[in-house]
């Protein structure tokens, strides 16, 4: 299973973009790479998604490498609402289920 | 949202005690998921299921059984709990086994004493 690797934590201050990096070194060709968040108590919230090619949606931005090993989230305008877990998940391919394997993500904290 | 109701919201119970968790969606959705999470070790993949009476096991199954006897539900049954079972538990459903993103319930929070 590919793995990803996150910093723990990152600030970012109001209105500016917040830039949240994966490393997926090991993922295979066929794999996407998911962002998901985490409000305190509440269920992870799907992001964005992509293969190959960078992706954009009404919350954020997906830049992916040429080479895919590695991936940019980007909330463009970042706000108090932003601060949460964020995380970066790439979808295991096999069987007869899209299961997501988590990592422990990134603390986002957006600061006034 | 996504259309997903997980109850109860809070359980606490002992040691020994047979516990239910349900998760009902009304997406229409074929897969559904759970997970449970717990400190220093994120979300960990409990049980899933690909249709109606068709389930399989994750990376933390023991302790758990599942059923679905209908789409729109989930159970996921802990026949004896155990203090390490205390965790917030998350149902999830996705819509194929595409790159359809899964969406989450709000968890249940259960605590064994």
């Known amino acids: 299973d590919a793995k990803t690797t996150q910093p723990p934590s990152m600030d970012c201050a109001e209105g500016r973009a917040a830039n949240l990096p994966c490393n997926h070194s090991?993922?295979?060709?066929?794999?996407?790479v998911y962002w998901y968040r985490q409000i305190h108590s509440q269920g992870p919230q799907y992001i964005i998604h992509?293969?190959?090619n960078n992706e954009t949606n009404e919350m954020a931005s997906l830049i992916i490498t040429e080479d895919r090993k590695s991936s940019t989230l980007i909330l463009p305008h970042a706000t108090l609402r932003d601060t949460a877990v964020y995380y970066c998940?790439?979808?295991?391919?096999?069987?007869?289920?899209?299961?997501?394997?988590f990592g422990t993500g990134t603390l986002l904290a957006v600061q006034p | 949202d996504a259309g997903i109701t997980q109850s109860p919201r809070h359980k606490v119970t002992e040691t020994g005690t047979p516990v239910t968790l349900r998760c009902h969606q009304t997406?229409?959705?074929?897969?559904m998921y759970w997970y449970r999470q717990d400190p220093g070790h994120g979300l960990r993949l409990i049980h899933y299921?690909?249709?109606?009476?068709?389930?399989d096991k994750g990376e933390v199954s023991d302790g758990y059984s599942v059923s679905r006897s209908k789409t729109e539900d989930f159970l996921l049954t802990l026949e004896s709990a155990t203090s390490s079972q205390t965790s917030v538990y998350f149902c999830?459903?996705?819509?194929?086994?595409?790159?359809?993103?899964?969406?989450f319930g709000n968890g249940t929070r259960l605590t064994v004493t």
């Open positions: 090991t993922i295979s060709g066929n794999e996407y």
């Open positions: 997406e229409n959705h074929r897969y």
């Open positions: 299921s690909y249709g109606v009476k068709d389930t």
């Open positions: 992509g293969l190959k």
């Open positions: 999830a459903i996705s819509a194929n086994q595409g790159p359809s993103p899964l969406h």
């Open positions: 998940i790439v979808r295991v391919e096999g069987g007869a289920t899209n299961k997501l394997i």
